[in-house]
């Protein structure tokens, strides 16, 4: 009998030989873009018959306790510099286009005219854009912009439509000032600075400005100008990450962590790394099979992360109480298992 893996069809005749893994993986004739169809195709095949999750069970978390109280200051300091600024810029992250941003912002601070920039858009899945814009439009969002910051794709539309947006609007008691000023709005994480810094080195040719990083919190405070273009000249206020206290829900919350905007540690890096693991087979994404050598894909969040931590070989020594006295064991480390998924 053949040892290959084989799918069988509703009326129980064989209907698919599928090749080893191996076979496919490193096939040198496929061009990579079939290769990774036919390892999706694979996973998907070699997925348990039963279903996925239908929900994913949040477990009565409480939101509140992911969202420190530092930003309600934040927030006030901002108000407090609205009169020096001509237009907001709000930068979200393109992954999760409709949920998490902050309405307590535009609240605040939306008497100026608003530009969307939905950053990190190599990370994301453009594929249903216009609905994107559809829905974004429905909300009141007139004015949007997609960006890559690691490219600078799209960040030299943003001096332009920012000129074009003030001086078609009521510039209140600035009306007299040559220069236009922007302040940069939005929750953690999502590359206010990195947008701040790449319209400076586009158009002024000049190094960062704005500290950057990869966890949320790193611009602390709101910033003093930092001027972005010669002509027309114009200036960025920068400002720390906002987080809505009022969040919609949990699963809206774990969206949030997903991309990094919460920290890691305050929702548990097993409930992000569960969270994902069940957004991943929902959408019968199943790379993490071929990327930890996994027989098959999942939908047990412990399964997984014992499988990541054995094939990277992170263990961590663990004591345990038997009748004889304390025994120290090595064990799986899940949570670095889940950092790196
Ligand atoms: N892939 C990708 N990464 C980006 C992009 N823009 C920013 N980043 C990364 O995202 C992380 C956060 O960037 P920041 O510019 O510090 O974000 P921020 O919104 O200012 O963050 P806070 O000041 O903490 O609120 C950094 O690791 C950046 O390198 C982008 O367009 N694509
Ligand atoms: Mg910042």
Redesign the pocket.
């Known amino acids: 009998m053949s040892s290959q893996p084989t799918v069988a069809a509703g009326n129980g005749s064989v209907v698919l030989p599928l090749p080893p893994p191996e076979k496919v993986a490193t096939s040198g004739q496929v061009p990579p873009a079939q290769q990774r169809e036919e390892m999706r195709l694979l996973s998907f095949l070699r997925a348990p018959a039963v279903g996925w999750r239908e929900r994913f069970d949040c477990g009565g978390r409480e939101v509140a306790r992911w969202f420190p109280g530092h930003m309600a200051k934040g927030l006030k300091d901002m108000k407090k510099r609205l009169h020096q600024v001509d237009c907001l810029l709000e930068?979200h992250d393109a992954r999760i286009p409709l949920s998490g941003r902050n309405p307590m912002l535009q609240d605040a601070l939306g008497v100026r005219p608003h530009l969307l920039v939905l950053?990190?858009?190599?990370?994301a899945d453009l594929t249903h854009k216009s609905r994107i814009l559809e829905c974004l439009e429905q909300q009141g969002v007139k004015h949007i912009l997609f960006?890559?910051?690691?490219?600078d794709e799209n960040i030299e539309k943003i001096v332009p439509l920012v000129t074009e947006l003030v001086h078609s609007s009521q510039r209140y008691q600035r009306s007299e000032n040559i220069e236009t000023s922007m302040m940069v709005i939005?929750?953690?994480?999502?590359?206010?600075?990195?947008?701040?810094?790449s319209i400076r080195r586009l158009h002024l040719k000049k190094g960062k400005a704005?500290?950057?990083?990869?966890?949320?919190?790193?611009?602390?405070a709101v910033l003093t100008r930092i001027q972005v273009c010669d002509r027309p000249l114009m200036f960025l206020l920068?400002t720390?990450?906002v987080l809505s206290p009022r969040i919609e829900s949990v699963e809206i919350g774990l969206k949030l962590a997903l991309c990094?905007t919460i920290r890691d540690h305050l929702v548990g890096e097993d409930v992000i790394a569960d969270y994902l693991l069940y957004t991943l087979n929902r959408q019968q994404q199943f790379s993490y099979v071929e990327r930890y050598k996994m027989t098959s894909p999942c939908d047990d969040v412990e399964t997984l992360l014992k499988s990541i931590a054995v094939h990277l070989g992170k263990t961590r020594r663990v004591k345990v109480l038997t009748g004889t006295g304390d025994m120290t064991v090595t064990a799986p480390n899940y949570n670095a298992a889940a950092v790196d998924f």
């Not at 950053?119 to 990370?123: F, H, P, S, V």
């Not at 960006?147 to 490219?151: G, H, I, N, Q």
């Not at 704005?210 to 602390?220: D, F, H, K, L, Y």
């Open positions: 930068v950053n990190k858009m190599d990370l960006t890559d910051c690691l490219k939005g929750v953690p994480n999502v590359g206010k600075s990195s947008v701040i810094n704005s500290s950057v990083g990869a966890e949320p919190g790193i611009t602390r920068d720390p990450g990094g």
